[in-house]
């Protein structure tokens, strides 16, 4: 599957645990993106990466998040003490942007499905 | 920041009948608007994008206009079948950033 995948789908944990994400991009995608989605809205950005660079961080990522993309391929996000309010859909979207082009077409991953108790 | 509103908010037509969904933008920067089409529990889709140079895009039984300015763009479904039934979001894209996305339209076409 050349697609962007993502792991775990589910995940279950109990308040004030940390949690860790992984997305797998395209894999000649240099841009990745994680974005937040609860029921009923539409995605809202958190944060993305051209290459290994975190060019742009949304007010909604709190210090308890961190994302990183170390070697330009795959990225992972964690929170950090979790709060009920961190429970959502995480999706990962990839795309390929040009040095002097426009942004590209962005992909999106199946998400991670996140329950805090 | 970016703002996309989406209009409305639920829909529900006869099959063969058409669907049209509004958006607007608030940033006069934005140049790229994509559509995407999530079914229940299962990640966006892309169905059709369009750049601030072009008014209109066609794909098959899928349209979409753009009005740079009045800032708004539409997705137009002609001839709907029960299986365009899902959730339809527009975004919105200024330069080389992230998407800013309007909060959904639940489509469902009665058969």
């Known amino acids: 599957d050349t697609g962007v995948s993502q792991d775990p789908r589910h995940k279950i944990t109990k308040r004030g645990q940390n949690v860790t994400f992984r997305c797998d991009p395209i894999?000649?995608?240099?841009?990745l993106y994680w974005y937040r989605q609860t029921l009923g809205q539409g995605p809202e950005f958190l944060t993305y990466?051209?290459?290994?660079?975190?060019?742009?961080k949304s007010r909604l990522l709190s210090d308890r998040f961190s994302a990183e993309r170390p070697k330009g391929s795959f990225s992972t996000l964690e929170i950090q003490r979790t709060e009920q309010g961190d429970s959502a859909m995480y999706l990962c979207?990839?795309?390929?942007?040009?040095?002097?082009?426009?942004?590209?077409?962005?992909?999106f991953g199946p998400g991670t499905r996140l329950l805090v108790l | 920041g970016e703002n996309v509103e989406q209009h409305p908010s639920t829909l529900s037509v006869q099959e063969g009948d058409s669907a049209v969904i509004k958006c607007t933008y608030s940033?006069?920067?934005?140049?790229?608007f994509p559509w995407y089409k999530q079914e229940l529990g299962k990640r966006p889709q892309l169905i059709i994008d369009?750049?601030?140079?072009?008014g209109e895009k066609k794909d098959q039984r899928i349209a979409v206009t753009l009005n740079k300015t009045a800032k708004h763009f539409s997705l137009h479904i002609t001839e709907t079948q029960p299986e365009d039934s899902a959730v339809y979001f527009c975004?919105?894209?200024?330069?080389?950033?992230?998407?800013?996305f309007g909060s959904g339209t639940r489509l469902q076409v009665q058969p």
């Open positions: 979207a990839s795309s390929l942007v040009a040095l002097a082009g426009p942004g590209g077409t962005q992909y």
């Open positions: 894999s000649e995608h240099n841009r």
């Open positions: 990466f051209q290459n290994e660079a975190q060019l742009e």
């Open positions: 940033d006069s920067a934005s140049n790229y």
């Open positions: 369009i750049r601030s140079n072009v």
């Open positions: 975004a919105a894209m200024a330069g080389r950033r992230a998407l800013t």
